[in-house]
């Protein structure tokens, strides 16, 4: 179980890590007086460079940099945001452990957020909406900006699952006001857990480091007095940032490697009846981790995924909102605790499993069929790697032809 970064690991990610081992530069604030950046503001340089985001932060995790972000722009008790009903848990987590309510809202066919069901769920206590580009694919950012700008709307990009990707030539990350990143072991790039957070605004940079350092001022210049922010303790250590500072002056060639292996493997699979791939708003911006079958029916979708060994995307565990009990029951550390407890900010809305029909429906009738992440839990449990041979995509995409054509026998 792991995602494409964690297979191109090598040399080079073990050279970084053992120079800083070898100076004993394990902590993001450097100990001597190199004039040489620490490995942390390395990557966050190359990485601001990379996408074209003014500021960036490395963090310990992308729930982290949700976190942050929102913390950073002000969103908290009272505000509601408008998250989308396929995500994984930790984008609600972070909007939960702000105090703010999450509002859920339809994905459409390309299983990324719906900007007509956004629009017909803001309501005056809408604070921000928050992009989820699931599965490598990107979201419908214009859209959900022009959405985001007509209300005044704060727009933040969930870009865990799409480092690299892009849409329309911008940067993922960087058409909202920021962009979380996840480095886990199940991303395109990977330092074995951290996170990235790209913010447009020098005032929210200010802020978000703050908040990830105890209240310092940008590498820590000084403490931060302009706000006083109690902050937490959210920072990238040097080892990590070693492994990703690897990882991203490579990831041109993972997503070149990915790409080229999904069209083989669509190529392969070629016309099914009954069955299409899922519409991808940017197919050029496309991480291609994934190759989604969408079924016309369910039955057939659970059918075909039991043959193949895997599971349809509605039970791709905490990724579908009806497989969240802490969300459904609304649970949170102590009763009383925002949102759901806190009689100053009280909010009727509930998360009863079935609720989005048109999420349900569409994850119901999909099968994703990994290209670069091989775990059970997401759906990605049958298909290929970044470094299948053709023999082997031949014989997946023979598997799922042979599936499909039983189902549609049987039927």
């Known amino acids: 179980m792991s995602g494409p970064g964690y297979l191109f690991l090598g040399d080079e990610e073990r050279a970084l890590v053992q120079r800083a081992l070898d100076e004993w530069q394990i902590n993001r604030y450097r100990s001597d007086d190199s004039p040489e950046p620490s490995m942390v503001r390395a990557l966050e340089l190359e990485f601001a460079a990379r996408t074209g985001s003014p500021h960036v932060l490395a963090v310990n995790s992308c729930t982290s940099a949700l976190l942050t972000a929102l913390a950073a722009l002000g969103v908290g008790p009272g505000d509601e945001v408008i998250v989308p009903g396929y995500t994984f848990i930790a984008t609600i987590a972070a909007v939960v452990h702000r105090g703010a309510v999450p509002v859920l809202a339809e994905v459409d066919d390309t299983l990324t957020l719906d900007p007509v069901d956004v629009r017909a769920r803001i309501t005056p206590a809408t604070r921000a909406v928050i992009a989820v580009h699931m599965l490598g694919a990107p979201a419908a950012l214009d859209e959900l900006r022009a959405v985001a ?37 199940f991303k395109v790039i990977t330092s074995g857990d951290g996170g990235l957070l790209t913010l447009a605004d020098d005032t929210a940079y200010e802020r978000a480091f703050a908040f990830h350092d105890h209240g310092m001022r940008p590498l820590r210049q000084g403490i931060a007095e302009a706000d006083s922010l109690f902050g937490l303790n959210l920072r990238m250590h040097e080892l990590s940032a070693a492994v990703a500072l690897g990882q991203l002056r490579k990831i041109d060639h993972i997503l070149g490697a990915l790409r080229a292996q999904k069209t083989a493997l669509s190529e392969a699979i070629g016309e099914l009846p009954g069955v299409a791939p899922a519409r991808v708003t940017d197919p050029d911006g496309d991480c291609a981790t994934f190759l989604v079958l969408r079924f016309d029916s369910a039955v057939a979708a659970r059918d075909v995924a039991v043959r193949l060994g895997t599971s349809t995307l509605i039970d791709s565990g905490r990724h579908y909102y009806g497989n969240m009990p802490q969300l459904t029951g609304r649970r949170t550390p102590a009763p009383s605790d925002h949102p759901f407890g806190c009689p100053a900010h009280p909010t009727e809305h509930s998360y009863a499993p079935r609720s989005l029909p048109r999420t349900d429906d569409l994850l119901a009738r999909s099968v994703g069929l990994s290209v670069g992440v091989s775990d059970a839990y997401i759906g990605g449990g049958f298909g290929i790697t970044p470094f299948s041979p053709r023999t082997e995509i031949e014989a997946v995409a023979g598997a799922v032809r042979s599936a499909v054509e039983e189902v549609v026998a049987r039927t």
């Open 149 to 185: 700008d007509e209300y005044g709307l704060l727009l933040i990009e969930d870009v865990a699952q799409a480092a690299g990707g892009t849409h329309r030539g911008r940067a993922l990350g960087t058409v909202g006001d920021a962009g979380a990143f996840s480095l886990n072991l």
